[in-house]
């Protein structure tokens, strides 16, 4: 499943078609089509993971899901794969096998933006009192919680937890003030990093424990397991990985 990261890119790419009308629209999205032809694209809003091509009378969000894909200016995959296609005047967009759904306009002012890790409105302060709120969570959950911090997966995850040096079962309610505020900053921190690695191409060769076999401090082997409600993902060494219980 793509990263907030990851959607931001695809964001910027989608860019260029802002203040042109949509020509024409189709896919097998389960929706009508037809209200989009002739409204202009106002703007693109990004919520984590989450995409909102914003029109003058509707919106429509966006989800990738676990495979979906997108491309611009030619469909590159079969029409049994595309959820949704829009043409303006200088090219298309076109998203396959994700979530396409309409969205009230009203609805995008009751999206809690900052929550959202990469927003220039996320709000750390907020994020530490949903934390609060909940001591009992592990922190391997509480960091894939979208309404936490929304942007956030799995890769994130395991990094933000090594490079804070915290166990993925600790529990939020027993980390100390530091490992907390650390947890918050870390998380807006390597989501930027990522970005940056995204941009660079070279993501895969910064993880330092996702996926790998050998802790990259103490040379000791990873343990792999799934962690939290969400049977999720885990890399992480158990001699510099503190568990908070």
């Excluded at 009308?21 to 389960?30: F, T």
């Excluded at 079969?78 to 998203?95: A, E, Q």
């Excluded at 000791?220 to 568990?243: M, V």
Aim: net charge positive; aromatic share 10%; charged share 25%.
């Amino acid at each position: 499943m793509p990263e907030g990261p990851s959607i931001i890119l695809m964001k910027e790419s989608l860019q260029p078609f802002v203040g042109q009308i949509v020509a024409e629209a189709s896919g097998n999205a389960k929706f009508e089509k037809e209200p989009l032809i002739g409204q202009t694209l106002l703007e693109i809003r990004t919520f984590g993971k989450q995409t909102y091509l914003v029109f003058e009378r509707m919106a429509v969000r966006i989800h990738l899901l676990m495979f979906g894909s997108y491309s611009v200016d030619e469909q590159t995959k079969p029409d049994k794969s595309l959820r949704l296609s829009l043409i303006f005047p200088t090219g298309g967009m076109y998203f396959y096998t994700c979530s396409v759904k309409p969205a009230e306009l009203e609805a995008l002012s009751a999206i809690d933006w900052e929550a959202d890790v990469l927003s220039n409105q996320w709000s750390p302060e907020k994020a530490k009192q949903k934390l609060k709120a909940d001591p009992e969570m592990m922190v391997c959950d509480a960091l894939m919680d979208q309404n936490i911090f929304s942007g956030v997966g799995n890769i994130i995850k395991n990094e933000v937890l090594f490079r804070i040096r915290v166990h993925p079962e600790s529990l939020t309610g027993k980390l100390p003030a530091k490992k907390l505020n650390e947890l918050i900053t870390e998380a807006r921190n390597y989501s930027f990093d990522f970005l940056e690695w995204k941009r660079e191409f070279t993501l895969k060769k910064h993880w330092l424990v996702h996926t790998r076999s050998t802790c990259p401090a103490c040379g000791q082997k990873l343990i792999k397991k799934q962690t939290g409600k969400g049977k999720r993902r885990s890399f992480y060494c158990e001699k510099d990985q503190k568990l908070y219980l």
